[in-house]
Structures are given as C-alpha cells and as structure tokens.
C-alpha cells in the first residue's frame, strides 16, 4: 500500500482504489477508467499516484490529431529523458511505445481529459482496445502497463464503457471522483459553525478547487462574516468564481444552445422539479423539454429522483450548488452585477437565497444525512432507499410531502418496510404540528400496504424545536430530532 501524500484531503478509499490498481503484481495490461465533474480532483489525485509511483501523466488538450500525437509524442520523450520527442506515425505507433513503458514492475500511465483524444481521433478507443487485447491474459501477452483514462466530460466518459463500445469489459477500475460530503467539505473549509458550513455549502458545495484556486483560501470568518464574503468572492466580478456558474454549462460538448439548457436550469432552480412545471416556466411542451434533460442528466448537472410512493413521477435537482446559487441569484442580477454593484444585489437577494437555495439545498442535506448516518437512528435492516415522497390523503383532499423518506431494502414477499419519515425547516422553528403531519403520513402508508411498525418521525430544522416537540421526543423513542449540530456531527 502506497501511502497518500499528506497535502491530498480526505479522498483516503479513492486512494487505495487507484494504488491497489496501479500496484497490482498480474503479469498482464490493466486499465481503468476515472471520471467525474470538473473541479473535483481528478486531476490533482492522478498526478500524485504517478509521482508517488514513478509514473508518466499526459494532459490532451483540444486541436488537430496530427498536434495532438505531436504533443503526446514530446511528453512521452520528456518522461524517458530523450531530448527531442518522438515522431510517431500514428496513434498505433505511439500507443505500441506507451505500453512497452513499464519494464520491471507496474507502473501507471495516465491519459487525462481523454475525451479530447476521442475528439481528434474517434478511433482512439478501437485502437486501445487492441493494445489491451494484445497484451491480455487471453493473448498470453505480458505488461506492466497500468493504463488510466480520465474525462469530465461525463457525456462522453459515460460512453466508453456503455453498450457496443470498443473498451467496454476491459476496465479493471471505474472509479467516479464525487464532491466531498457535506461534513468533510466543512472539514476542508476548516469551518465548525454548522449554521456557517451549511450556508456555504449551499453556494459552494464540496467541490474542492473552488476554496484556493477560485477564492484565493478567502473563508468566512463567521456566520456574521458570510454576508460580506459572498459580496467579496461569489458575487465580485473580479473573481474566477463569478462566471463559474455559466462556464460549467457551455464546458459540455454535448450542449449546443446554451440558452435552452440555462433556461430549464433556471426553472429547476425556482423550483419546478417535475416536467409539467419545467415545461410551464420556460415556455415549451413537455414533449419538448425530454432532449434538454437527458443532456443535462448525461453531463451530470441534473439528477433525476423518484417519488417514494408515486410510481412514475420524478423529481429533479441541480447537481452542482454553484449552478443553483447562479440560477436563482446571479442571471436575474447579471446587468447590475456586471457593474459592480454585488453588495447592492445581495442585500435586494439575500431572502431569495434562503427561500431558493438554502431551504431546498437543507432538505438535500437531511437527505444525505439520513442515507450516511441513518443506520444509526433507524435500526438495522439497511437502507434501501432515501428520496422525498408524496402521500394522498383522499380525507382531506389533500396531499402531504414528505421531504426525507427512508426506506428499506424492498422484499417482493414483504410489505416495504418505512424506516423514517421527515420534515426538513430551514428557518422555522418546529413544533407538534411538523410532527402531527408526519403522523398523518404515516398512518396513510399503513392503510397502503407499508410496514410503519418501526418507522421514525424525524424532524430536521436549522432553527430549533418547540419545547412541546422535545417533551414529545424525550417521551418517545420513535420521534428523531436533528438539528444543525447533530446534522454536523459536532
């Protein structure tokens, strides 16, 4: 085991993954796949495994195919100390010579935005496949190559392994690089006022890179300090954060007219999560809005949820944080914000920003919560699911949403076991009537067929609780109070 370099944070199982792979004592070709948004690492991990190991790291950049060799010729020339680069004719060529590398032991060879080499040369994955081929257990061949491709370009990397594509069943490893978990994200933004973390969390979420290459390691001092620290960075238009929200859109090759695609994030981030609602606000049919998501869905800016208990309604939310805070703050803003004005347009917008971002962005984070932690509150049994759900209540001719719903692992001869239900309040302080409701809803999904037998009534609030409703949680062990504290581990 190679030990993580101490100026890497956390990322501890990643590192393992990439070592176990990059050290593996087979005598045949090894390759791996490693993808995942832009600014979360990817690049910075790679680099490290191959300077930990001796390795050769080559960057594609977009142009022509002739540079593109051109340019993966000289590095390969800089790694084995030749003073002038090779001149392959072509990529058969130049691919030969890569996996002949490593002579004495593994060695890891990484190809970093990969999806600019498929740009320049769609027959690039053919021809990797025939070299893993040739080197392979099957083909009796013997090499030390440990070969990684890297892209953020989910669209794109989604791809390489997917159907009838040329590579797929030869990667040992496929590893996606996520944002850092809301807790370790405070942890690398060293900050411990939870308030304070899920605040920031809510503008910059745990993308690693935006807290020293996009801010310059400018944190807030305090939950005082947040307002004047989003006016300085998020909202100066002198900074690299500033246009963040726009570029991480027109990044993606896939998206051609960037101002459909910011028109139904605009939507999602107002608040219209189902495609009736996406459709209303932007103007088009449902039927033609199905294209624009499942764009967003492949780059990874779109998640797509189902509803716990309606079969066949799904839910949407921005991936990324930046974007929702871009959405719903920065575009409606962007003339006055163009020229200067970032304190007069927060202090115009800081309402929204509770309303828009920081509410639905606490339910995400009570979600994550329950599906990280939640084994230690709801039994054992595991989890099988952890989404938000809508109840009918024919009674009352109404119906009850239900923010966090936690499910167990559904057994076809089994009622479906209802681990918690929960009401996530940013901003209000909770009281027996949050809790009444969840009564309600779990009553209804008794009379459905549900197992409620063991469920937990949780109530998330980032402003506190009622003494009435901690009496009523001291009382009974089936009611979970969580509060920003608890959420933090703190």
Not at 29 to 40: D, E, W
Not at 184 to 207: N, Q
Not at 340 to 365: C, D, I, N, T
Not at 469 to 477: F, I, T, V
Request: with cysteine; hydrophobic share 40%; proline share 6%.
């Amino acid at each position: 085991m190679v030990s993580k370099p101490p100026h890497i944070f956390d990322r501890d199982w990643e590192w393992e993954a990439l070592t176990t792979f990059a050290t593996a004592p087979h005598p045949e070709v090894s390759f791996g796949v490693v993808s995942g948004r832009r600014r979360q690492g990817k690049t910075f991990l790679l680099r490290s495994l191959t300077e930990a190991l001796g390795g050769f790291y080559f960057e594609a950049t977009e142009g022509t195919d002739v540079e593109v060799l051109r340019l993966f010729g000289m590095a390969l020339a800089r790694h084995t100390g030749s003073p002038v680069g090779y001149p392959f004719a072509d990529w058969r060529d130049a691919f030969t010579f890569f996996f002949s590398l490593p002579k004495d032991r593994p060695m890891p060879l990484v190809i970093d935005e990969f999806p600019y080499l498929m740009k320049a040369n769609p027959a690039i994955p053919s021809l990797l496949k025939q070299e893993i081929d040739l080197r392979g257990r099957t083909h009796g061949g013997t090499s030390n190559a440990r070969v990684l491709i890297c892209g953020s370009a989910l669209s794109v990397m989604g791809k390489v392994l997917s159907g009838q594509a040329p590579l797929r069943g030869r990667a040992r490893l496929e590893l996606v690089i996520q944002s850092l978990p809301y807790r370790e994200a405070a942890d690398f933004w060293g900050v411990t006022d939870p308030r304070l973390a899920a605040m920031l969390h809510a503008v910059v979420g745990g993308t690693p890179a935006y807290r020293d290459e996009f801010v310059a390691g400018d944190i807030p001092a305090s939950a005082d300090d947040f307002d004047a620290w989003v006016a300085r960075t998020v909202l100066n238009r002198r900074t690299s954060l500033f246009r963040e929200g726009r570029y991480l859109l027109t990044e993606e090759a896939d998206i051609r007219d960037p101002a459909l695609y910011h028109s139904v994030l605009s939507a999602v981030a107002e608040g219209n999560n189902n495609w009736g609602g996406i459709a209303g606000h932007i103007g088009h049919k449902s039927s033609d809005i199905a294209h624009p998501l499942n764009v967003l869905e492949d780059c990874g800016l779109l998640v797509k949820e189902k509803d716990a208990f309606r079969s066949g309604r799904t839910r949407y939310r921005i991936a990324e944080p930046l974007i929702t805070f871009y959405q719903a703050i920065m575009r409606p803003e962007w003339t006055d914000l163009s020229l200067g004005l970032a304190e007069e347009v927060w202090a115009r917008s800081r309402q929204r920003f509770l309303s828009k971002v920081v509410g639905p962005h606490f339910e995400m984070l009570c979600r994550e919560h329950a599906l990280r932690y939640g084994r230690t509150h709801f039994g054992e049994g595991g989890i099988g699911e952890v989404v938000a759900g809508t109840i009918a209540d024919p009674a009352n001719r109404s119906q009850i949403d239900v923010d966090i719903v936690v499910l167990g692992v559904n057994h076809s001869a089994q009622p479906r076991p209802v681990k918690s239900l929960g009401e996530a309040k940013w901003d209000k302080v909770m009281d027996l009537r949050h809790l009444e409701r969840l009564r309600r809803a779990r009553d209804l999904l008794s009379a459905k067929g549900y197992d409620t037998a063991n469920t937990v009534l949780a109530c998330y609030s980032g402003a506190g609780f009622h003494d009435t409703l901690r009496a009523a949680a001291d009382d009974d062990p089936s009611i979970l109070l969580v509060d920003l504290p608890m959420l933090y581990g703190r």
